[in-house]
């Protein structure tokens, strides 16, 4: 990763650069995080609005939309974004698989939202190559 990719943060107090997948899934973590409407100069930025959704379903369908919109408007490095549901798991988690392409390659990654505090963990899963 060369100087001008690296974060500013990074750049800035001299540490060495992250893999590009681990500094991408640590930047969606940030994206993801993020409360619409906290504070942010941009009302699109962060999650949210799928807990106005009147039932389960209807906000699962929702939440991927607005996932899969902030990766796409936030994170250009990632291209072709496609995101799958794969489901609950523990008590209060739901799973997201996130495809894409990074400089050419495919790589895949897990968003898992926990629903009571909806905080979200990225994961690193794989690098599928080209």
Known sequence: MSARTRPFITR????????????????????????????????????????????????????????????????????????ELLGGFGYSKVRFELRGRLRGARQLFWLDLDTTTRAVEVAIVVEVGP
Do not use: I, M, W
């Open 12 to 83: 800035l107090a001299g540490g060495p650069a992250r893999p590009e997948p681990e500094a991408l899934a640590r930047n969606l973590e940030h994206l993801l995080n993020t409360r619409k409407g906290c504070g942010s100069v941009f009302g699109e930025l962060g999650l949210g609005d799928y807990e106005a959704a009147p039932n389960a379903a209807e906000a699962v369908g929702a939440l991927r939309g607005e996932l899969l919109r902030q990766v796409r408007r936030y994170e250009p490095r990632l291209a072709e974004p496609e995101l």
